[in-house]
C-alpha cells in the first residue's frame, strides 16, 4: 500500500499552507489529476500532481486558472482558490508540477443525480458559469487541450487506434466499434456551426460533469464549479451536452449492468430547466435547437475517447480495472443510442422552457 503521507508531505510543505500536516490521503473520483486531501492541524487543503501528458503547458494553464478565479472572485462568486509555493508560484513545476486549492469545505460532489432537485440546481449553476464567463476576454486564454471537443477529429484519433489495435482488443468490443463507425456522419454539426460562424463561439467550461460541482453539503445548492483546467473557446452546446451525458442517466458512468443504463428524461428536463433558465439572454436560436443532440454528441464523443483509450492501453483516462474504459464506453454509448431516438420529445422540452 502506497504511504501518501510520506511520499508526498515534502511536496506538500513546499506550499505556503497553514500548521503542521497530519494527513494526506487520495481524494474524489477524477480521471486525470492525482487529487490528494491534505489535513493540517489548522486546514484542509487538495493538493494535485498535474497531469502534464494531458496538459502538456502546465505554466498557461495555471496562468488561464488563475486569470479565471480571480475574474469569478472580482464578483463575489466562489471559487477555486489557488494557494501559492512557499516561493510564491502559482504551482510547483519539479520532475512532476503539482498543485494545491483551499479544500472548500461543507459540500459534496455527486457521481450521479440522484434528485432532480440537485440536477436542477447543477444545471443553474453551469448556465450562470456560462454567464460569469461571457464578460471574460477570450483572447486572455490559452487552449489547454487543441481541439478538446472537435468530434470529427476525435472520430479519426478513434480510428486510428481500431488501425493500431495495439493490445488486440477489437475482438472484445466489436459490437460498440460498429456502432462509432456507423455513426460517423453525425458528429460534425457543432464543428460546422462553429467555423461558418452560425453557432457563437464562448468562454466554456468544457468538462461539465456533475462531479466538477460541489453542492452545499446541507442546502443542496451548487457552491463552486471546479475543474477548471479546461477552461477556453468553445460552444455552449459542449457544456450543456457534457452535463446531460454524466447526469441525465440512471446509473454511474461506469455501471456494468447496462439493463442499469438509461436516459431519463425527467432529469434531462430538471437540468434542462436549471440551465436555460440561466441563459435564456444569451442563447440563440439555434443553439437552443440543437440542445438535444449536443447531448447526444457529447455522449457519443465521451464514449468513442473511452472505446479509443480501451484499444491504446489506457493511456490517458485513470483506470481501476483492465477493461473500465470498456465498461465506460458502453454505457455512454448505450446512453447516446437512447438520446437518438428522443430529440423530438427533447426538442419540445428545451421549447416548453424557452418559450
Ligand atoms: P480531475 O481533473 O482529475 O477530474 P478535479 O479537479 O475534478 O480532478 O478534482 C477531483 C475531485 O476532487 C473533484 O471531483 C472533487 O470531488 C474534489 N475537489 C477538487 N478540488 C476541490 C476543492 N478545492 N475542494 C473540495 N473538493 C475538491
Ligand atoms: C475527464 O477530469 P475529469 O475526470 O473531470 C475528461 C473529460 C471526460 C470525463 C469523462 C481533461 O474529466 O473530458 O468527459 O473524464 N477530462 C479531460 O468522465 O480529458
Ligand atoms: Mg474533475
Do not use: W
Not at 46 to 71: A, S, W, Y
Request: net charge negative.
Amino acid at each position: 500500500m502506497v504511504d501518501y503521507k510520506k511520499e508526498y508531505e515534502a511536496v506538500a510543505n513546499k506550499f505556503a499552507i497553514e500548521g503542521e500536516i497530519l494527513e494526506i490521503c487520495p481524494y474524489g473520483e477524477g480521471h486525470i489529476n492525482l487529487t490528494l486531501l491534505v489535513t493540517t492541524d489548522k486546514k484542509r487543503y487538495i493538493m494535485q500532481k498535474m497531469n502534464t501528458r494531458v496538459f502538456p503547458d502546465p505554466d498557461n494553464l495555471m496562468r488561464n486558472i488563475c486569470g479565471v478565479t480571480e475574474h469569478l472572485k472580482a464578483r463575489g462568486i466562489e471559487t477555486l482558490s489557488v494557494v501559492p509555493t512557499k516561493a510564491g508560484e502559482p504551482f510547483l513545476k519539479e520532475e512532476e508540477c503539482y498543485r494545491v486549492y483551499d479544500f472548500i469545505e461543507n459540500t459534496v460532489t455527486y457521481q450521479t443525480a440522484g434528485s432532480l432537485e440537485v440536477f436542477r440546481n447543477s444545471g443553474k449553476a453551469f448556465g450562470e458559469f456560462q454567464n460569469y464567463l461571457a464578460e471574460f476576454d477570450a483572447s486572455k486564454l490559452t487552449e489547454t487541450i487543441k481541439r478538446f471537443h472537435d468530434t470529427p477529429k476525435r472520430f479519426a484519433d478513434f480510428k486510428v487506434a481500431l488501425e493500431a489495435d495495439v493490445c488486440g482488443r477489437a475482438k472484445d468490443c466489436e459490437k460498440e466499434i460498429a456502432f462509432v463507425l456507423s455513426h460517423e456522419n453525425t458528429y460534425g454539426k457543432v464543428m460546422e456551426g462553429l467555423k461558418d460562424g452560425s453557432l457563437p463561439l464562448r468562454v466554456t467550461h468544457n468538462d461539465t460533469k456533475l462531479n466538477n460541482i460541489l453542492m452545499d453539503a446541507e442546502t443542496g445548492k451548487a457552491r463552486a464549479v471546479i475543474d477548471l483546467d479546461t477552461v477556453m473557446p468553445g460552444s455552449m452546446l459542449f457544456d450543456f451536452g457534457d452535463s446531460i451525458r454524466f447526469g441525465a442517466s440512471t446509473a454511474a458512468e461506469d455501471e456494468k449492468d447496462l439493463s442499469k443504463v438509461h436516459f431519463d428524461i425527467d432529469l434531462f428536463r430538471a437540468y434542462a430547466e436549471g440551465y436555460c433558465g440561466a441563459v435564456k439572454e444569451s442563447i440563440t436560436e439555434k443553439e437552443a435547437e440543437l440542445l438535444p443532440y449536443g447531448s447526444y454528441l457529447m455522449t457519443i464523443e465521451c464514449g468513442m475517447r473511452f472505446l479509443a483509450d480501451y484499444l491504446a492501453g489506457d493511456t490517458y483516462f485513470a483506470t481501476k480495472y483492465s477493461d473500465h474504459n470498456l465498461v465506460r464506453a458502453r454505457t455512454q454509448i448505450q446512453l447516446a443510442g437512447e438520446m437518438e431516438n428522443r430529440f423530438e420529445e427533447m426538442g419540445k422540452i428545451i421549447a416548453e422552457i424557452l418559450a
